[in-house]
Every structure is written in structure tokens, then in C-alpha cells.
């Protein structure tokens, strides 16, 4: 049930994306203690983009879950996924974390299909 996209201006080769993804997905799953096989990570292709008035390295990623906002402190908690991704990120593709926006998206179980049915 969790969703990652991740939108970026750099050209990833074949190899990285692969890891990219398989990184991602392994700490999407760590951090929001969902089983990995329910999480899907899409990487967009290089895309022309535009951040502070410059076209240098950077990124926009959406992560939508079921229950993103459902823990005690919902603000720590993205504080903490802003951190994870932000570093992945940086240690993948080399784009400055001052760089990098991400957008949280709290899904309801009803609004969210899988396997002919919801959550």
C-alpha cells in the first residue's frame, strides 16, 4: 500500500535506477513497518525541472500510505521519512538535500485497491 514516486531532472542509468529501487523499497518498508511486499516505488524518467530559480540537480518525491498519519505523532514521523528519503536520495543520485521537496499523502483504507478489493 505504500506508493513512492520519485521525480528528478538527473539521468539515472539503468544500474542505479535498479538499485535505487530496491533501496527505497527496503526502507519504505523499514520506516513505516509495512511488509515490502505491498510497497510499489516508480522512478520517473528525467524530466526538465525547475527549483529556486535554477535547473541544478533536484528531485520531488510523493509518498502515500495507508496509515501515514494514524501513529501518536504523526509531524515526527514525516520529520523522520523527510530524513530517510532525503539521505537515500543524496547517497544515490548525489542531489543536495536542500534540494529535494516530498509530499506526504495520508490514504484512506477504502481509497486504496488492491487484489480486487481495499484495504
Keep these: 500500500m505504500p506508493y513512492l514516486k520519485i521525480q528528478t531532472n538527473e539521468v539515472i542509468t539503468p544500474e542505479l535506477e535498479q538499485k535505487l529501487l530496491r533501496e527505497a523499497s527496503s526502507l519504505i518498508a523499514s520506516e513505516l513497518g509495512k511488509a515490502e511486499k505491498y510497497?510499489?516505488?516508480?522512478?520517473?524518467?528525467?524530466?526538465?525541472?525547475?527549483?529556486?530559480?535554477?535547473?541544478?540537480?533536484?528531485?520531488?518525491?510523493?509518498l502515500k500510505s495507508i496509515g501515514l498519519m494514524e501513529s501518536k505523532q504523526?509531524?515526527?514521523?514525516?520529520?523522520?521519512?523527510?530524513?530517510?528519503?532525503?539521505?537515500?536520495?543524496?547517497?544515490?543520485?548525489?542531489?543536495?538535500?536542500?534540494?529535494?521537496?516530498?509530499?506526504?499523502?495520508?490514504?484512506?483504507?477504502?481509497?486504496w485497491g488492491w487484489n480486487s478489493t481495499t484495504f
Design 39 to 62: 510497497v510499489m516505488v516508480n522512478i520517473e524518467p528525467s524530466r526538465p525541472m525547475l527549483f529556486a530559480g535554477t535547473d541544478a540537480p533536484t528531485a520531488y518525491l510523493e
Design 74 to 111: 504523526p509531524e515526527e514521523k514525516t520529520k523522520t521519512l523527510s530524513a530517510a528519503l532525503c539521505k537515500l536520495i543524496n547517497d544515490c543520485i548525489g542531489i543536495s538535500t536542500d534540494r529535494i521537496y516530498i509530499e506526504f499523502a495520508d490514504a484512506p483504507r477504502s481509497m
